[in-house]
C-alpha cells in the first residue's frame, strides 16, 4: 500500500471502520463513487474507457476543456490561442505559474515533451510507456515547437476540424514530465498532473484515493478526497448506495432507477450524450462477408423490445454510427432498421447460412455497455428465432476489450460494443476507416472497408466549414447503413445516483465525471 500524508491514512481507516460497522455514512468531506469496474491505467495518453476517463479527467488539465454542460470548446491550461488562415498552425499561449502535484513547472516544454512522447516513437518514453490506442485524435500534428516559455505552436499536416475538441479530450490531458521520467513503464499507478486533485492511491480492485489539490489554479475544491471505488456487479453497486457505503454511483440498472426515484434521500441524473450500443460484425470470414447476413441480423433484432424492456426506457433505437446527440452531423432520415424475423429468415435462407453457428463475445460490464448479459441473451434469442445458432463468450471488461480491439478474425462472429465521444469524426474515423483496422492500430474490428467512406471521413474533418462536414458524415451515414458492419441497438441516456446531501453534481454531454465543484452538506 503507497500512502501520501497523514490524512489519507486517516481517511481512508475511518471510511472502512464506518463501512465495515454501520453502512450508514461515508467520512465528511470525502466523496465515495461506485465505479463499474477497475480502471485500466490512470495515464490518460493510454486509456481508452470512459470508466478510467471518470477518474483521470480530476487529476489532469489540458490546453482546452469543454464549457460545463456542453460539447463547446473554451480555454484550461492555455489562456488562449491563434489560428492561422490556412487553419494549419495553431499557437497557444499557456497560463503562468501552475505547477504539476509533484512540483514540475508546467509551460510549454512540458506539453511538448506530452505529444512528443506520444507521437514521435523515436522519444526515449513513447515506448516505454504506451502504446497509445487513441493517439489517432492527434495524427493530423506535424511538431510541436517551444516558442517561449508559455507559447506553444502546434503545425498540422493540414486542416483538422476536431483539433481542439480533441485537446479536451483524456488522451490530450497533460502529465508530469518529471513523474514520467521518474516512473516510467509504472506513470500509470502513479499518475502526476494539474487537476483539482492530487493522487494518493491505487489499491486494485479496491480503491483509487485523491486528495484536493491547495494550489489548485482555477480554485481549491471544498472536498478533501474522492474514493472511486471499482464494483463490476451492478446489482452489488446498487446494495451499496442503499446501504449509504457510497455517495455517487454511475451507470445505475435501469430497474434499479425506479427504486431511487421514489426515494427522497436520492437524486437521480439523467444527460443524453454521443453514445451508441452496438455490434461489431466480422466483415472479414464466415457467414458477415455477406451483406445480406448482415442486413438479417439487423432486421431479426427486436431493437425496441430490448430498449423498453431492458433498458425500461432509458435509451433510444440507433439509426447509424452518428448518434442523434450530434444534431448538425446526424442524418434523422435514416429509420432504424424494423424488427421483421420474416425478412431475416428470408435473407438467411438466400445467403445459405440457415442454421449457421456465430461465436458473440459480451462482456459482463464496461463502461457505456448498460445492461450486456442481459442485452446479448435477448440477441441472442431473437436470433434463434430465425435460424442462427448463437454462442456467447462472456469476459471481464478489460480482458473483452483487449481481445476485441484486436480484432476478430480467429476469435469471433460479432461483439458488443459502445462508444461515447467527443466529436462525429472519432468513432467513424477510429471504427469503420480501413486504415482503422486493428493492425494498423485502429479500433475497425470487424474490417469493414468501404473507399467512398474513407473518403468522405477524410473531407469531413479538414473541412472548416461545419455545413460541409455534416454533408460529409450525413452522406458517410446513409452508406454505412446499407453496408450495415454493425448492428444498430441503442443511444442510451447516460444516469447516475447521489445521497441527496451531495450538491453541485451534474452529470456532462462529454460522459466524463467532473467533481471540482462537488461538495457534502
Known amino acids: 500500500m503507497k500512502i501520501r500524508g497523514f490524512l489519507p491514512l486517516f481517511i481512508i481507516t475511518l471510511f472502512f471502520w464506518c463501512f465495515g460497522t454501520v453502512q450508514s455514512a461515508t467520512?465528511?468531506?470525502v466523496l465515495v463513487v461506485g465505479q463499474i469496474a477497475e480502471p485500466k491505467s490512470l495515464d490518460p495518453a493510454t486509456i481508452t474507457a470512459v470508466n478510467d476517463f471518470r477518474i483521470v479527467m480530476n487529476i489532469y488539465d489540458g490546453l482546452t476543456r469543454y464549457k460545463d454542460g456542453s460539447l463547446e470548446v473554451e480555454p484550461a491550461l492555455a489562456k488562449s490561442w491563434d489560428i492561422s488562415n490556412d487553419g494549419t498552425v495553431y499557437t497557444f499561449h499557456l497560463r503562468k505559474n501552475i505547477t504539476f502535484h509533484d512540483g514540475t513547472p508546467f509551460n510549454a516544454s512540458a506539453v511538448k515533451f506530452n505529444f512528443?512522447?506520444?507521437?514521435?516513437?523515436?522519444?526515449?518514453?513513447?515506448?516505454?510507456?504506451?502504446?497509445?490506442?487513441?493517439?489517432?485524435?492527434?495524427?493530423?500534428?506535424?511538431?510541436?515547437?517551444?516558442?517561449?516559455?508559455?507559447?506553444?505552436?502546434?503545425?498540422?499536416?493540414?486542416?483538422?476540424?476536431?483539433?481542439?475538441?480533441?485537446l479536451a479530450y483524456p488522451t490530450g490531458l497533460i502529465v508530469s514530465p518529471s513523474a514520467v521520467k521518474k516512473y516510467g513503464e509504472d506513470f500509470g499507478r502513479n499518475p502526476v498532473g494539474t487537476g483539482a486533485y492530487k493522487f494518493v492511491e491505487w489499491e486494485s480492485n479496491q480503491r483509487v484515493v485523491v486528495e484536493k489539490n491547495k494550489k489548485y489554479w482555477d480554485g481549491v475544491p471544498k472536498l478533501k478526497a474522492v474514493i472511486f471505488r471499482p464494483i463490476t456487479n451492478s446489482n452489488t453497486r446498487v446494495t451499496e448506495m442503499l446501504s449509504g457505503g457510497l455517495d455517487i454511483m454511475v451507470e445505475t440498472p435501469p430497474d434499479s432507477l425506479q427504486i431511487f426515484r421514489k426515494k427522497s434521500d436520492f437524486t437521480v441524473y439523467e444527460q443524453a450524450g454521443p453514445h451508441l450500443w452496438f455490434l461489431i460484425l466480422n466483415?472479414?470470414?464466415?457467414p458477415f462477408t455477406d451483406v445480406r447476413m448482415?442486413?438479417?441480423?439487423?432486421?431479426?433484432?427486436?431493437?425496441?423490445?430490448?430498449?423498453?424492456?431492458?433498458?425500461?426506457?432509458?435509451?433510444?433505437v440507433a439509426n447509424s454510427p452518428t448518434p442523434a446527440a450530434f444534431a448538425w452531423a446526424h442524418n434523422g432520415n435514416l429509420e432504424p432498421y424494423p424488427y421483421n424475423p420474416q425478412k431475416a429468415k428470408k435473407l438467411i435462407k438466400e445467403a445459405?447460412?440457415?442454421?449457421?453457428?456465430?461465436?458473440?463475445?459480451?462482456?459482463?460490464?464496461?463502461?457505456?455497455?448498460?445492461?450486456?448479459?442481459?442485452?446479448g441473451t435477448a440477441i441472442q434469442a431473437d436470433l434463434a428465432k430465425v435460424g442462427l445458432d448463437v454462442k456467447i463468450k462472456t469476459f471481464e471488461w478489460n480482458t473483452f476489450l483487449s481481445k476485441v480491439n484486436a480484432g476478430l478474425e480467429g476469435k469471433a462472429d460479432m461483439a458488443e460494443m459502445a462508444w461515447m465521444t467527443n466529436d462525429p469524426d472519432t468513432l467513424p474515423y477510429l471504427?469503420?476507416?480501413?486504415?482503422?483496422?486493428?493492425?494498423?492500430?485502429?479500433?475497425n474490428s470487424g474490417y469493414y472497408s468501404n473507399p467512398e467512406v474513407d473518403k468522405l471521413l477524410e473531407k469531413a474533418r479538414r473541412s472548416t466549414d461545419q455545413q460541409k462536414r455534416a454533408e460529409y458524415y450525413k452522406k458517410m451515414q446513409k452508406i454505412v447503413y446499407e453496408d450495415t458492419p454493425w448492428a444498430f441497438i441503442a443511444n442510451?441516456?447516460?444516469?447516475?445516483?447521489?445521497?441527496?446531501?451531495?450538491?453541485n453534481f451534474k452529470l456532462q454531454p462529454s460522459f466524463f465525471l467532473l467533481l471540482h465543484d462537488v461538495e457534502k452538506q
Open 492 to 503: 442510451w441516456k447516460q444516469n447516475a445516483v447521489s445521497k441527496a446531501n451531495i450538491k
Open 431 to 443: 471504427a469503420l476507416r480501413t486504415d482503422a483496422w486493428p493492425s494498423k492500430g485502429g479500433f
Open 116 to 166: 512528443d512522447r506520444m507521437l514521435n516513437k523515436k522519444h526515449p518514453y513513447h515506448d516505454v510507456t504506451g502504446p497509445f490506442p487513441l493517439s489517432f485524435f492527434f495524427s493530423s500534428i506535424e511538431k510541436v515547437t517551444v516558442v517561449d516559455e508559455y507559447t506553444v505552436r502546434f503545425q498540422l499536416k493540414e486542416p483538422y476540424a476536431p483539433f481542439l475538441s480533441n
Open 294 to 316: 448482415r442486413h438479417a441480423v439487423n432486421y431479426a433484432i427486436n431493437k425496441k423490445a430490448i430498449v423498453e424492456n431492458i433498458l425500461k426506457g432509458t435509451a433510444t
Open 283 to 286: 466483415m472479414k470470414e464466415g
Open 27 to 29: 467520512p465528511k468531506d
Open 352 to 375: 445459405g447460412y440457415k442454421g449457421a453457428e456465430l461465436t458473440f463475445y459480451i462482456t459482463e460490464g464496461g463502461s457505456g455497455m448498460l445492461s450486456p448479459v442481459a442485452m
